[in-house]
């Protein structure tokens, strides 16, 4: 854990080794079983989730009763519920392992005095946040601008990597269509 956490935040700040043993006092490491939900739609939504290994995803079901993927985070990654994470409420997502992982938690009365006592740490979240709504606006752009079929084939472009290590009924999910849709996707780009 500390290895994973420690390079990841160098990138962002200095911190020494006396300061990063502090810090990781405030986190407890857990390991999450494939399809192990972490939060479910209703529950107060306490924690902030930093994957070690693995991958995870939010969702939340829509009026037909289907799973919509709005955000996967694999190893690096923060997720969890913003909103109900900030104003400690009952979420509208579902926060799942999509494959067996190893995640850090904090919880936010935790990640409060963490921010407290070490203000660095502050300086951290923010780029962390700057780059989740970066992203975050860079697909709101794509759902707008590509066609269906231009943003699966721009996500494997750019990701083929990731795209090969989700199962396709996510990738489907989270670029909003079914399932059978993406394999004609698929399956016209090999004819």
């Known amino acids: 854990m500390s290895e994973i956490f420690k390079k990841h935040l160098d990138k962002f700040i200095a911190i020494n080794d006396e300061e990063f043993a502090a810090i990781s006092a405030f986190f407890q ?7 192990e ?4 739609e209703g529950h ?3 924690s902030n989730y930093f994957v070690l290994s693995g991958c995870l995803r939010k969702f939340f079901v ?19 519920d913003n909103i109900a994470y900030e104003n400690k409420r009952a979420s ?10 190893q995640v850090l938690v ?6 409060e005095k963490l921010l407290i006592e070490y203000p660095k740490m502050e300086r951290y979240f923010r780029f962390v946040y ?10 709101m752009k794509y759902l707008y601008s590509f066609s269906k079929e231009e943003f699966y084939h721009h996500l494997n472009n750019k990701y083929p990597e990731f795209v090969q290590r989700i199962p396709q009924y996510l990738v489907a999910s ?11 996707i698929r399956n016209k780009k090999r004819s």
């Not at 989740?132 to 606006?137: E, K, L, T, V």
């Open 130 to 139: 700057q780059r989740a709504y970066a992203a975050s606006q860079m697909r």
């Open 44 to 46: 107060i939504c306490k």
């Open 29 to 35: 490491v857990i390991k999450v079983r494939k399809k």
């Open 37 to 40: 939900n972490l939060l479910i």
């Open 174 to 184: 989270f670029l909003g269509f079914t399932p059978e849709y993406l394999s004609e």
């Open 106 to 111: 904090i919880d936010y009365h935790s990640q």
């Open 62 to 80: 829509n009026e037909k009763g289907m799973e919509q993927t709005t955000e996967f985070a694999i190893e690096n990654w923060w997720i969890t």
């Open 92 to 101: 509208e997502f579902y926060i799942q392992a999509v494959e067996n992982s």
